[in-house]
């Protein structure tokens, strides 16, 4: 399973033992070969040493696949998807989050 580079958190010896990961694979391994964020989060998390298999793929619902099951009740939606990808918002309506369609650019939310 892929993991989302772009969203994703633990508590704080996991966390800052994958940035600790990927810091290190940015400047050595992956050094000079443009945007590897995706990759090198993956296999941080895989093959790192910071985190057990278990605890890993334990949450599947946190957020949705990328660019798949963009309409499941994930906690995070990844907007990286067919229908979504560039036409949505994120917007705050009462005391909920919602997608909503694009109408020029998405307002910034304050929370």
Known sequence: M????GVWGGNYKISKCILDCMANQFATTVKGRGNCNMPVYN???YFGGCTEKN???DKPDFVNPYRYECRRNHLIIHNKCADTEHVTCLVKLGDKLVLVRK???CQKILL
């Open 2 to 5: 892929q993991l989302s580079a």
């Open 43 to 45: 296999w941080c998390v």
């Open 103 to 105: 109408k020029g650019k």
């Open 55 to 57: 605890t890993v793929e």
